[in-house]
């Protein structure tokens, strides 16, 4: 890869990772404004500093969907969070037989899906 091309890479990751921060400041903002500062799963209550540590789960794992009502989140801690996407993709693991398992992605949303379209598009 030249050095042009890491560079427009390097270029389009920035612009995809501020697309999201932008995207998840969002739905951030209105779940808080829709739920309770409590996790959703160990009932822990946030407030001040501490609720940077509560975040929005999404239910069926696909962050681009967000209805206004919230019914696709949740707020969690970041330990319940974590193990919320653990925990799934260990069931996935213990269900599946191995050959199953190359053929399917871990999570149904990737965050990157698009990125080879849009590195080869021109501007």
Request: hydrophobic share 25%.
């Amino acid at each position: 890869m030249s050095k042009a091309d890491a560079a427009k890479c390097d270029q389009l990751v920035a612009q995809m990772r501020k697309e999201e921060q932008v995207r998840q400041s969002g739905y951030r903002e209105r779940a808080l404004k829709l739920f309770p500062n409590v996790c959703a799963r160990c009932t822990r209550e946030f407030e001040g500093k501490k609720l940077r540590e509560l975040t929005v789960h999404h239910k069926d794992h696909n962050h681009d969907n967000n209805p206004p009502d919230g019914k696709n989140w949740e707020l969690l801690c970041l330990y319940c969070h974590d193990h919320e996407h653990t925990r799934n993709v260990q069931e996935q693991r213990s269900s599946d037989d191995p050959g199953e398992r190359q053929d399917r992605p871990s999570l149904a949303h990737s965050p990157f899906a698009a990125l080879a379209g849009r590195i080869n598009q021109p501007k």
